[in-house]
Structures are given as structure tokens and as C-alpha cells.
């Protein structure tokens, strides 16, 4: 789970790579509220190995960025 806040009102994308650069992930949110959201990445889903993955939030231009280990 990712927790993320907003300054303003935003257009928001999550990107997903793994540690070779390699984009797993990459979707669009949309325009979203000011204030705290949450995104939760669906491991299972994603048939995402174990490992250590780098997350991307992309708002209005600004970029955060942090790490994902998974270890199912």
C-alpha cells in the first residue's frame, strides 16, 4: 500500500519498475482531490516475483518516489 498526499488537486499516475528499469507498471488515476489518498498495489495480480520494485507518483509534474519489496 501506498500512502500519498496532495498539496492541490492533481493528475495522478503510479509507475512501477523493477530493479533493472524495466516498467511492470504504469496506470493513469486521474484527477484527484487535495488531501491523503491510498493506492494499493494487487501483488497477486500484477505476478509480480519476489524482489525489489521502485514506485513512481506522478502529480502535476512532481514526482515521489519510493520502495516495494515483495515477498509473497
Not at 530493479?19 to 496506470?27: E, L, P, Q, V, Y
Not at 491523503?36 to 518516489?65: C, K, M, P, R, W
Amino acid at each position: 500500500n501506498m500512502v500519498y498526499t496532495l498539496k492541490v488537486k492533481a493528475d495522478v499516475s503510479v509507475k512501477l519498475v523493477d530493479i533493472t528499469g524495466r516498467i511492470i507498471f504504469n496506470r493513469n488515476l486521474g484527477i484527484q482531490s487535495k488531501g491523503e489518498h491510498l493506492y494499493n498495489f494487487s501483488v497477486e495480480s500484477n505476478d509480480l516475483i519476489n524482489g525489489i520494485y521502485f514506485y513512481s507518483i506522478i502529480a502535476n509534474q512532481q514526482v515521489h518516489t519510493g520502495k516495494l519489496i515483495v515477498n509473497k
